[in-house]
């Protein structure tokens, strides 16, 4: 059985940094504090809180002083600034520069567009981090539209609105939603090609992985897609791995491989999102080894 691991799968640059950035400050200081989950892969981040990475939530970043607390790749809202400051907390910044450039822009999009009473739109998973860090930067006023379209009927289609995504959802489902909204507009005798502004902000290291990801699947004739369950990136590139191929499987842990998928497979392939470490998706492919 020949098994491959796909060279482009794994860390993007984004989380890339914010681990470097952890394990530099856990040398010098032996422990610190995250704010949130630092990937959404549990597996790494068990092995961060062996060298000393205390994860926190933003109810505990409340009671700290006086300390040094690390924010992840995914951003915050100026709230935690606020916080921070208030608390004598150093914000030890990983902010992904792609996910600060995109908080700047719904700044000036929201400032701009509220004078005329205009909304903004964020495409994103209500909740998720990243996007609590988006809307804060409008006062939490923006609606926030789920892959299901959900809250999409609290848009005012008669009035001007500027659209964001958050950096890691599907580019389809995206162009879907631009389509669904400007109809509705048109609906509303509201012209889109003047009151509609759309930024195209899902991340390349997301949106160029699917059409290679596409190739991988079909390449193989087994599929082992190795990914947090809460990484949404890692939703979207799982699909389309299904879409391409069938006989693909989504998992989190070399414990949930099930020996019966190899039985025909001559060709496996693993790949993973941009927050799956490639140390993970090298000891899955040790273990399916042990089945050939
Ligand atoms: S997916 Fe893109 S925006 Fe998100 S952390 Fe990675 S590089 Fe940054």
Redesign the pocket.
């Known amino acids: 059985m020949e098994i491959n691991i796909d060279k482009s799968s794994g ?5 890339i940094n ?1 681990i470097k950035v952890a394990e530099e400050q856990l040398d010098q200081h032996g422990s610190l504090f995250c704010l949130g989950d630092i990937v959404h892969n549990n597996k790494e981040v068990e092995r961060l809180k062996t060298k000393g990475l205390v994860i926190i939530d933003h109810q505990d970043f409340r009671k700290l002083k006086n300390t040094r607390v690390l924010i992840r ?2 951003g915050e809202p100026p709230e935690t600034y606020s916080i921070a400051r208030e608390n004598q907390i150093q914000l030890i910044d990983a902010s ?4 600060l450039k ?1 908080q700047n822009k719904i700044k000036k999009g929201y400032e701009k567009i509220r004078d005329i009473e205009g909304q903004v739109v964020i495409f994103g998973k209500e909740g998720h981090a ?1 996007v609590n860090g988006l809307t804060g930067q409008t006062g939490n006023n923006a609606i926030v539209v789920g892959s299901g379209f959900e809250n999409l009927d609290k848009i005012d289609f008669t009035k001007p609105i500027t659209l964001f995504s958050q ?2 959802q599907s580019k389809e489902q995206y162009e879907e939603l631009i389509r669904h909204i400007r109809e509705r507009m048109m609906q509303k005798n509201c012209n889109p090609d003047i009151n509609l502004q759309i930024s195209r902000s899902i ?4 949106s160029n992985r699917g059409p290679h990801m596409a190739k991988f699947a079909k390449d193989h004739d087994l599929v082992i897609f190795v990914s947090g369950k809460k990484s949404s ?1 890692g939703r979207y590139l799982f699909e389309i791995c299904r879409q391409n191929n069938p006989n693909s499987y989504f998992i989190s842990d070399k414990n949930e491989l099930r020996i019966d998928w190899f039985k025909d497979a001559r060709k496996v392939g693993i790949c993973g999102a ?2 799956t470490p490639m140390w993970l998706m090298e000891e899955i492919a040790s273990e399916i080894g042990t089945y050939a």
Do not use: R
Request: glycine share 8%.
């Open positions: 860390f993007c640059f984004g989380v914010a790749a995914h992904c520069p792609v996910v995109l990243e950096t890691t991340c390349g290291q997301v990136n941009t927050s």
